[in-house]
């Protein structure tokens, strides 16, 4: 299913390190900082089964190279859940390589697997890279997020 020089499992504990900088890469990709203990819960809650929160790795010669979290919820839109994929992020050193394409086939059959009805995502408008690939595995739908934050 993927290239034999990708692997595609789980983040484990052990993953921590290779995570954490790759994690730092992607809140600096998007401009923006969180605290350490912000941090710490999502890993804590990405390895807690009794949260519906996952994370998905992409692995390349050893080292953690990309990684997808996901979130499952219910929608009042159907009887089954759902699965919004919350963060995607590539290392630089191995864009174009199709890992960004790998880790969202890889989420698509995870959340099959858990039952849900469909996966969303979503990315700033100025994401064209980004952009690119998502026209061309999935849909890109009329809807427009409005936030309030508390």
Request: hydrophobic fraction near 35%; proline fraction near 3%.
């Amino acid at each position: 299913m993927y290239p034999s020089s990708v692997e595609i499992k789980p983040l484990a504990r052990a993953d921590y390190d290779f995570w954490l900088t790759l994690w730092q890469s992607y809140l600096t990709f998007y401009e923006t900082s969180l605290p350490m203990s912000t941090t710490d819960t999502t890993w804590r809650n990405l390895l807690n089964n009794d949260v519906a929160t996952y994370g998905i790795g992409a692995w390349k010669n050893g080292t953690l190279v990309g990684f997808t979290h996901v979130v499952i919820h219910p929608t009042t839109w159907s009887s089954t859940a759902c699965c919004y994929l919350q963060d995607l992020y590539v290392d630089e050193s191995v864009r174009g390589q199709s890992i960004g394409r790998i880790l969202i086939e890889a989420v698509y059959g995870f959340a099959d697997e858990k039952g849900c009805n469909h996966v969303y995502w979503k990315t700033q408008e100025s994401n064209a890279n980004a952009r690119q690939l998502y026209d061309k595995v999935a849909s890109l739908t009329d809807m427009v997020q409005y936030r309030k934050n508390l």
